[in-house]
């Protein structure tokens, strides 16, 4: 048996798309993570858990700056140079992001630099990359000569010697129960290209495209699920426990209804709760709006004016669709049958997250924190789909072994 094929994941998160690879047979080398509550995450269920990562002595297992990594470590890294098969991952969106406000002179977006500054160094065989639908699209009056931030990482990876290609795709098309449009990109190394005359750089898109149905059939999984195919056994309804804070309770499982509960409550367990399932405390008269909102099916327009709010973008959520795209604002979503927001649990099955994969850190934040802290729900927002990024994995050692 070959030696499993290695990656870095940069701008890791709180792990989906480690988690994604790692189920597609991938070994990590380290990841980088800016955030401690993310990492926290990673660390627990990727590094404690799993063993995931052949991690190097010279870097501590601890939340990074990358920026501060390709200063203190550039000798390291350039040690790595051409051994790596992969470096992935995709720069914090904000900056970029069509839902929030789009600031060109955001510091995030400076991150892109940073990105294209490592595989510089790094030079990987291979590269993923993958950022919101809004870095296709250009700033007004913007610099980079006014093209959009896809085109600008797109020309600097082609001087460094690859061949690239990027493209939207919607991930609701791939088995995740949300309407989440991405821009994915790979980039192939020139000298890896000639010696495979078979592999093109629209070879990943074409091979996604045709194996996700006997990749999700092989896990009795429906291409397009729905909301209530996710987390339809995660009613409030079913009864509630104690939580580990006194002032909120969590849910507990009901009966499973659909294929996509077996494979996210898979290696649970039996009779345990589940874990981040705690309900938010709504006052009463938000409470009442949502059932309002709920029974009369009200659109983000009608229940603003009905409510004579000044400021709402509430969705009351449709059970037989894919949600819209999930933000790192969990008030912004009403669960489709029951008067309140969706529990972290419940945002991570929209996520394909397995219910063993426990989250860590506060549940939110709010205020100038936001800046700083990244709680359960903003970990999960942010996050690649575990699900999807392992079908990502399965393309890309299929390329690498062609």
Request: net charge positive; hydrophobic share 35%; charged share 25%.
């Amino acid at each position: 048996m070959s030696a499993r094929r290695t990656y870095i994941d940069l701008f890791a998160g709180c792990g989906g798309l480690s988690l994604g690879l790692y189920n597609a047979g991938w070994k990590g080398l380290f990841a980088i993570e800016k955030s401690p509550d993310a990492f926290e995450t990673l660390k627990f269920n990727l590094i404690q858990k799993k063993a995931h990562f052949d991690w190097p002595k010279w870097l501590e297992k601890k939340e990074h700056d990358i920026n501060q990594i390709l200063v203190t470590k550039k000798q390291e890294l350039s040690l790595l140079r051409g051994t790596v098969d992969l470096v992935a991952g995709g720069p914090p969106c904000q900056g970029f992001s069509i839902a929030g406000r789009r600031k060109e002179n955001d510091t995030r977006n400076s991150l892109v630099n940073s990105y294209i500054d490592f595989i510089r160094l790094v030079q990987p065989k291979l590269i993923f990359f993958e950022n919101v639908k809004g870095f296709t699209v250009r700033f007004k009056n913007g610099d980079k000569k006014n093209v959009a931030y896809s085109n600008f990482i797109i020309e600097e990876l082609e001087s460094l010697g690859y061949v690239v290609k990027g493209q939207l795709i919607d991930f609701s098309q791939y088995g995740i129960p949300q309407k989440r449009i991405r821009f994915i990109l790979v980039g192939i190394r020139k000298n890896i290209l000639a010696n495979k005359p078979k592999l093109t750089k629209e070879t990943f898109f074409e091979q996604i495209k045709c194996n996700k149905e006997a990749f999700l059939a092989s896990k009795k999984l429906t291409t397009t699920p729905t909301l209530k195919d996710a987390i339809s056994d995660l009613l409030q309804s079913n009864g509630e426990v104690k939580s580990e804070h006194p002032k909120f309770k969590e849910g507990v499982y009901g009966r499973e209804t659909s294929t996509y509960q077996a494979y996210a409550r898979r290696n649970v367990g039996k009779n345990k709760k589940v874990d981040s399932h705690r309900f938010v405390n709504h006052t009463s008269v938000v409470k009442n709006r949502f059932k309002i909102g709920i029974k009369e099916q009200l659109s983000n327009k009608e229940y603003k004016t009905r409510f004579n709010l000044k400021k709402s973008s509430t969705k009351i959520l449709k059970p037989n669709k894919p949600t819209p795209t999930i933000t790192t604002l969990p008030d912004d979503y009403i669960h489709y049958s029951e008067p309140r927001i969706l529990t972290v649990r419940e945002y991570a099955r929209l996520q394909s997250f397995p219910d063993t994969f426990q989250f860590k850190g506060k549940y939110t934040t709010g205020g100038k924190r936001r800046i700083e802290e990244v709680p359960r729900y903003s970990q999960i927002g942010n996050a690649i789909p575990p699900l999807f990024s392992e079908q990502v994995g399965l393309i890309l050692i299929s390329m690498l072994n062609e």
